[in-house]
């Protein structure tokens, strides 16, 4: 085993360890590798900060890449040096290499173009993608967090949804609108169909951490199965055994790409939960209630999804005689 399979393969134990996500256990293993192969063609006597520095100025200078994937290797090279092969970095010259991500916009549909979408999307392979995607804007989700609803989690006669362990390891409770019920309980059924054959063919769901050794008998509860099961069942990406994982994310991406296509729109799944906050705040909705219901650690992030002072402030340019801003009658062409 060489050396850069055998730092892998240390960073993969380490982050298992502290529970981290199998998706940033892939994100930091693929730009720590990448940070690797890099530093091959450095002296090897050089300092960590001088080769963080190199890694990332090459990734901004060569491949152009945005201040929020130049943050993800930082963070990534960075565990490497504090978690895995741990170094005494200095923290003035490591925090100084971090990438200033610009204060952007957030693109939000108008309530015309979701409405059109949500009308127009399709269920993709046999996969209820109509529904998880009126979800996203229903109640303000992230792609992956209606994917990863337990029968638990939802409790439809208090009209909530249970999001657990979300982004920041955060919980919270959000609305499930009315209109969904039905789709809702309609999916709960097909769910039960599939448990059931689980039931008889031994096959588990997953379950985080260390839960299903200190109560094996979760992994065959009707409570903790999938709200969103796939069809057909797979191997555990880190141990190998045969499961059921719920529904895939690229399911959603596929049918609202397809969706958008036929209307001539540019909407993103994600999108759909900003429409889901700036459409609310145009309604009037408390913002200290939304930025509960989006799971924001900061208020000022969800008030980055208002534009209404400056939508305030009139234009001078209205203000002005209309003789002063009459435009001169132009030819036309023949």
């Known amino acids: 085993m060489n050396t850069r399979t055998k730092i892998l393969n240390r960073a993969a134990d380490v982050m298992r360890r502290k529970h981290l996500s199998l998706a940033t256990e892939r994100n930091y293993c693929g730009w720590i590798g990448r940070f690797y192969d890099y530093c091959l063609q450095l002296p090897k006597d050089m300092e960590a900060e001088t080769k963080m520095e190199s890694f990332l100025t090459w990734l901004a200078k060569v ?8 943050n993800g290797a930082f963070h990534a090279v960075r565990f490497l040096y504090t978690d895995v092969v741990p170094r005494e970095l200095d923290v003035s010259k490591i925090n100084a290499l971090r990438a200033t991500r610009p204060e952007m916009i957030r693109h939000a549909p108008s309530v015309e173009d979701t409405a059109a979408l949500l009308a127009d999307v399709r269920d993709l392979s046999g996969y209820p993608s109509c529904l998880v995607t009126r979800m996203l804007y229903g109640s303000g989700l992230r792609v992956s967090e209606p994917l990863e609803l337990r029968i638990k989690d939802v409790r439809i006669s208090r009209r909530e949804l249970y999001i657990l362990g979300a982004k920041g390891r955060k919980d919270r409770v959000v609305r499930l609108p009315e209109v969904l019920i039905p789709e809702i309980e309609r999916q709960i059924m097909q769910a039960r169909t599939i ?3 689980d039931q008889r063919e031994k096959i588990p769901v997953t379950l985080p951490h260390q839960l299903g050794k200190k109560y094996p008998e979760y992994l065959f509860a009707w409570q903790w199965a ?3 099961p796939m069809h057909k069942p797979c191997q555990h990406p880190r141990t190998g055994e045969t499961v059921r994982w719920h529904m895939m994310p690229d399911i959603i991406q596929r049918a609202v790409k397809e969706s958008r296509r ?3 729109i540019q909407v ?3 999108e759909l939960r900003h429409a889901y906050a700036t459409h609310s705040l145009d309604k009037g ?3 200290k209630a939304l930025q509960e219901s989006m799971g924001h650690a900061q208020i000022e992030t969800t008030a980055g999804y208002c534009h209404a002072e400056a939508l305030s402030v009139p234009s001078p340019l209205d203000l002005l005689p209309p003789n002063v801003i009459t435009f001169p009658a132009t030819a036309v062409a023949a």
């Open 262 to 264: 036929r209307l001539s």
């Open 195 to 197: 448990w059931e054959r």
């Open 268 to 270: 993103v799944p994600h």
């Open 63 to 70: 491949h152009d890449v945005s201040a929020s994937t130049q």
């Open 285 to 287: 909705v408390n913002m």
């Open 226 to 228: 999938w709200l969103f």
